[in-house]
């Protein structure tokens, strides 16, 4: 007797598509408006299947499957035995204190056949009249399909060409056609499907283009912007996906700064890393060098020993990290950064004074932008940078946890969709009317205070020149944050309390 799955009939049809042009000749006979929703163990599914590999003649050409990669399908088996990111690990890493890491391998995603019929012909051959499989409608939207054989589990071999042909999903199956060989997963486990009926193989190439090279991908940041928790999962942290995400956003932020016209840093990042004789004029900072300033800095998860990242980590337990889209980000960055200039060219520290006029000396036109923009000030160089953005993530995250309402801001921006130029200004004006704004320009002006020449600066003392020379290199990261750190102490009461508990952790 035969074995019976009860389906789904849907219609996708429009009234329109009946004067497109259907051509058998082609390959492209007209379709069934209806499709079938089911589902069947996969070791059954993967009996009535076909998977035709893409092959060429002096016919032409006939198939749509690429080759199959055997990794892939191993890489699925593992998947579904121990879900992400368990499955990703080396067996090497495969241990008692990883074993918290499994999850569940759950594939929703349908693969999606064609049932063949008793007039298609693939490569000369058809699916014998004792192995079709017919399909019964029950009403509207009910179907009956019934099989060549009754039992479920059974690994069926057909007597000629398969009933079923694969056009997306060829990897699933191959994973469970080799799994059941080895006992590592089990026959009863179910595979969704979405079943056309007679489709011709012109139908079913443009089908898997479709499926397969049409559609816009999700943007990992985006997600990251739809999925706060994407931002702090620990689980993660430990592989490569969320540094993916975060290196992303982090890249995508350090270009919003350089093309946006009200950022500080307009035209003025290195994108492509070139000599200083080539680079765009006060560009001093690479791409690469933002990037990874902003990722160990805003992106930080606060794993390990690395700090808690505003952009990315838990604020509090209970609350996870900010919800704050891509244009408040870089609203948030433009803003901070330009209140330092703007605290360096109105309010002219000792510091901008002595560069611009060494020892005294009076020019005709001393411009204190260039404390900003020049070659001797470490604003503009990687450690300044990447300073600056480490003591104020630090501050920040810090005066979130004491007054997270201060962080709550209203928006009309859409989380998760394409950032334009429009966004980050919208962005940028509903932040500068919060109270936030307030904290961050005086942020500004206590980090704008600082000494920022760099050790080649004319006017230095000996002793200020070799403190600045003991600011370059990997330890020079850690010695300049404890110093801004100890300078914003005596700053605006709140920026300095902060301060002031980061001084003691450093201690």
Same mark, same amino acid.
């Given at each position: 007797?035969?074995?019976?799955?009860?389906?789904?009939?849907?219609?996708?049809?429009?009234?329109?598509?009946?004067?497109?042009?259907?051509?058998?000749?082609?390959?492209?006979?007209?379709?069934?408006?209806?499709?079938?929703?089911?589902?069947?163990?996969?070791?059954?599914?993967?009996?009535?299947?076909?998977?035709?590999?893409?092959?060429?003649?002096?016919?032409?050409?006939?198939?749509?499957?690429?080759?199959?990669?055997?990794?892939?399908?191993?890489?699925?088996?593992?998947?579904?035995?121990?879900?992400?990111?368990?499955?990703?690990?080396?067996?090497?890493?495969?241990?008692?204190?990883?074993?918290?890491?499994?999850?569940?391998?759950?594939?929703?995603?349908?693969?999606?056949?064609?049932?063949?019929?008793?007039?298609?012909?693939?490569?000369?051959?058809?699916?014998?009249?004792?192995?079709?499989?017919?399909?019964?409608?029950?009403?509207?939207?009910?179907?009956?399909?019934?099989?060549?054989?009754?039992?479920?589990?059974?690994?069926?071999?057909?007597?000629?060409?398969?009933?079923?042909?694969?056009?997306?999903?060829?990897?699933?199956?191959?994973?469970?056609?080799?799994?059941?060989?080895?006992?590592?997963?089990?026959?009863?486990?179910?595979?969704?499907?979405?079943?056309?009926?007679?489709?011709?193989?012109?139908?079913?190439?443009?089908?898997?283009?479709?499926?397969?090279?049409?559609?816009?991908?999700?943007?990992?940041?985006?997600?990251?912007?739809?999925?706060?928790? =994407?931002?702090? #999962?620990?689980?993660?942290? +430990?592989?490569?996906? &969320?540094?993916?995400? !975060?290196?992303?956003? /982090?890249?995508? $932020?350090?270009?919003?700064?350089?093309?946006?016209?009200?950022?500080?840093?307009?035209?003025?990042?290195?994108?492509?890393?070139?000599?200083?004789?080539?680079?765009?004029?006060?560009?001093?900072?690479?791409?690469?060098?933002?990037?990874?300033?902003?990722?160990?800095?805003?992106?930080?998860?606060?794993?390990?020993?690395?700090?808690?990242? =505003?952009?990315? #980590?838990?604020?509090?337990? +209970?609350?996870?990290? &900010?919800?704050?889209? !891509?244009?408040?980000? /870089?609203?948030? $960055?433009?803003?901070?950064?330009?209140?330092?200039?703007?605290?360096?060219?109105?309010?002219?520290?000792?510091?901008?004074?002595?560069?611009?006029?060494?020892?005294?000396?009076?020019?005709?036109?001393?411009?204190?932008?260039?404390?900003?923009?020049?070659?001797?000030?470490?604003?503009?160089?990687?450690?300044?940078?990447?300073?600056?953005?480490?003591?104020?993530?630090?501050?920040?995250?810090?005066?979130?946890? &004491?007054?997270?309402?201060?962080?709550?801001?209203?928006?009309?921006?859409?989380?998760?969709?394409?950032?334009?130029?429009?966004?980050?200004?919208?962005?940028?004006?509903?932040?500068?009317?919060?109270?936030?704004?307030?904290?961050?320009?005086?942020?500004?002006?206590?980090?704008?205070?600082?000494?920022?020449?760099?050790?080649?600066?004319?006017?230095?003392?000996?002793?200020?020149?070799?403190?600045?020379?003991?600011?370059?290199?990997?330890?020079?990261?850690?010695?300049?944050?404890?110093?801004?750190?100890?300078?914003?102490?005596?700053?605006?009461?709140?920026?300095?309390?902060?301060?002031?508990?980061?001084?003691?952790?450093?201690?």
């Amino acid at each position: 007797m035969a074995g019976e799955i009860q389906a789904i009939r849907f219609k996708q049809w429009l009234p329109e598509w009946d004067d497109f042009g259907f051509d058998p000749a082609q390959h492209r006979r007209k379709p069934d408006e209806h499709i079938l929703l089911f589902s069947m163990p996969a070791v059954q599914l993967r009996a009535l299947s076909g998977v035709y590999r893409r092959t060429r003649d002096s016919e032409g050409g006939e198939g749509l499957q690429r080759l199959h990669d055997p990794k892939r399908s191993a890489a699925i088996r593992d998947f579904v035995r121990f879900g992400h990111p368990y499955s990703g690990l080396p067996i090497a890493a495969r241990n008692e204190s990883s074993v918290a890491m499994r999850k569940p391998g759950w594939l929703p995603t349908a693969i999606v056949v064609n049932i063949l019929t008793d007039r298609d012909e693939r490569r000369g051959r058809r699916v014998a009249g004792s192995d079709l499989v017919s399909v019964r409608h029950d009403g509207d939207n009910r179907a009956e399909l019934t099989l060549p054989y009754t039992d479920r589990l059974e690994r069926w071999t057909p007597s000629d060409l398969e009933p079923f042909e694969v056009i997306d999903g060829q990897h699933r199956l191959w994973a469970f056609d080799e799994a059941l060989k080895d006992g590592s997963l089990p026959g009863d486990f179910e595979l969704p499907v979405v079943a056309f009926t007679g489709l011709d193989v012109g139908w079913q190439a443009y089908l898997f283009w479709s499926i397969n090279v049409s559609p816009k991908r999700i943007n990992p940041s985006h997600a990251f912007d739809l999925f706060p928790l =994407l931002r702090s #999962a620990e689980w993660l942290e +430990t592989f490569s996906d &969320l540094r993916i995400y !975060r290196q992303a956003r /982090a890249q995508e $932020l350090t270009e919003i700064l350089y093309t946006q016209p009200e950022s500080p840093f307009h035209n003025r990042i290195n994108m492509l890393g070139e000599s200083s004789r080539t680079a765009p004029p006060g560009a001093g900072v690479t791409q690469a060098g933002w990037v990874q300033a902003i990722t160990t800095s805003f992106l930080s998860t606060g794993s390990g020993r690395s700090a808690n990242g =505003l952009f990315a #980590a838990d604020i509090t337990p +209970t609350t996870g990290p &900010l919800p704050w889209s !891509r244009p408040q980000q /870089a609203a948030f $960055l433009i803003l901070l950064w330009d209140s330092i200039r703007v605290s360096i060219v109105e309010s002219q520290p000792h510091w901008v004074k002595a560069l611009i006029r060494p020892e005294g000396q009076e020019s005709l036109d001393p411009d204190p932008m260039l404390a900003f923009t020049g070659n001797r000030t470490m604003l503009n160089q990687e450690q300044g940078v990447r300073g600056v953005l480490a003591v104020a993530n630090e501050i920040f995250f810090g005066l979130a946890q &004491l007054n997270p309402d201060l962080f709550e801001l209203d928006t009309r921006v859409i989380a998760g969709a394409a950032t334009t130029p429009e966004d980050i200004s919208v962005a940028l004006g509903e932040l500068m009317v919060e109270g936030l704004a307030t904290a961050i320009v005086d942020f500004g002006a206590a980090i704008a205070s600082f000494d920022w020449r760099s050790a080649d600066a004319p006017g230095l003392s000996d002793n200020d020149r070799m403190l600045k020379r003991a600011f370059r290199g990997s330890s020079g990261y850690v010695a300049l944050r404890e110093q801004l750190f100890r300078h914003l102490a005596t700053g605006p009461k709140g920026i300095a309390e902060v301060a002031e508990e980061a001084l003691k952790r450093l201690s």
